[in-house]
């Protein structure tokens, strides 16, 4: 006899952690969670730094390929997704960039008004334990804990100094909720120099409910149905079959490429991709895997005439001290996050929000080099992209076997007005890095050089050095039109007892990354399945 459980949540990530503590609250429902990867209890995991090993073993993370294409110059690019409890949250570079309240409001336009900017800041102001306090839109005494990062140098001083004469406003918080536009420190899911994943703040507390059961090292196959309504899962462990039932519903939050494959493995998709894969149909949806949103970063980098950059902490005896210095007092260059300062700005002056984000890293790689490895000299890198790329691309499945990676098609740039937004963004970009105080510190420039200087050089260093940002969303949208995959209650259209709930299902990404509004994505859902069942 197959296990029973009110609940069926399908992977443990930013929005599965959630809905897992949430919806065990209730002593009287029952909920099981089940997670392809293991434990999050990893060295490299809790040290926030060890995110530049973490990211590239496979034992932890998940590499998705996609399709070759001219925006990549022909060469695959990579989709990392993290594979353990927390999931991506537990792998990610721990930024906590929350999107603007003009996100949510289109948001809202495409999918029900409950998605609006003031259920977005009801959710952040419930989930944020911020450093800073509380404050419209933030909170200062939730479960996750947030910090903003401490370092303070010449080099982050003149970049906000110069930043000041672009017009950009230094902010205290860089989330503040106005129109996006300014420079500052960039706030981070670390408190007390420890990863603050979905799986810490949420799922271990939630752990220690017997209502709640964990099932780890299992890959979802399918969604089990019963006619149309959705009455179980059957996944895959120590290489047996197994399954289990859910009383109530499913709640895929796998993420937006593994949310998609499972749905298309299940029966609901394009019915002549189904058929070319001898899937039988449950229902005709082509709008799965469709409408894919992603962004390709920039890399703009510069030498630094002076010793300001955090590039010689990270090899040889000093990253030995921080690395000791990390595990003896939980500071220094080993507990900060992946960047440590962000601004946001317009690509045009005549559009009301800011479209352009970049991530400021008091380091720079050597891009010479195959693996990743900083440079000798000192540097300072930045990752640029326009926030809300109107490109679209497809994720499907290839097989039934679900340990085969799907076909994505990134499509990155297919649009005139994405590549209008990036090439403005590195000119501004230039313009900065020639303000002073900051160009008095920068020897040169080294990515992508004095070299490249039309617009067609600017593209082929991103075909070239570019890289994948990380944010997919859009391949399970979310809308109040019919052709939408899920409506404005996350529920599956054409069928019953089945939700997605992840990044796949916002139509576009909300400005910047994807953790924060996730997380109170899978907020935000657990009271529509409390309210509505």
Known sequence: MRPVYDYVIVGAGAAGCVLANRLSEDPKVSVCLIEAGGSDRHPYVTMPRGVAKIMRMPSFVYFFKTNPEPRTAMRQDYWVRGKMLGGSTSVNGMVWVKGQPADFEALAAQAGTQWGWSSFAR??????????????????????????????????????????????????????????????????????????????????????????????????????????????????????????DAKQEVLICAGAVASPAILERSGVGDPALLASLDIPLVHAQPAVGEGTSEHRCMRMQWRLSKPVSFNLKYRGLPLIASVLRYYLLRDGPMSGSSMEMRTAFKSRQDIETADIQVQLGLYSWDLTKPSSELERQHGFSTIAYGMVPSSRGSIHITSRDPGEQPAIVANYYATDYDREVILSCARQMR???????????????????????????????????????????????MGTDETSVVDPDLRVRGVEGLRVIDASVFPVIPAGNTQAPVIALGWLASEIIHGRG
């Open 123 to 244: 959710a952040y102001e419930a989930i944020e334990g911020h450093e800073l306090g509380a404050a419209p839109g933030r909170g200062g005494k939730g479960p996750l804990r947030i910090s903003i990062s401490p370092e303070r140098n010449a080099l982050t001083k003149a970049m906000n100094a110069a930043g000041a004469k672009m017009g950009w406003r230094f902010k205290e918080d860089v989330n503040e909720p106005d129109d996006g536009v300014g420079i500052g420190y960039m706030p981070r899911s670390i408190w007390k120099g420890r990863r603050q994943s979905a799986a810490v703040a949420f799922l271990r507390p939630a752990m220690k409910r017997p209502n709640l059961t964990v099932i780890t090292g299992a890959t979802t196959d399918r969604v089990l149905f019963e006619g149309k309504r959705a009455v179980g899962v059957e996944f895959l462990k120590d290489g047996a079959r197994q399954q289990v």
């Open 431 to 477: 313009e900065w890095a020639a303000q002073q105080p900051l160009a008095e510190l920068i020897a040169s420039e080294t990515t992508p050089g004095p070299a490249a200087q039309t617009d067609a050089e600017l593209l082929e260093s991103i075909d070239q050095l570019g890289v994948a940002g990380l944010h997919t969303v859009g391949s399970c949208r």
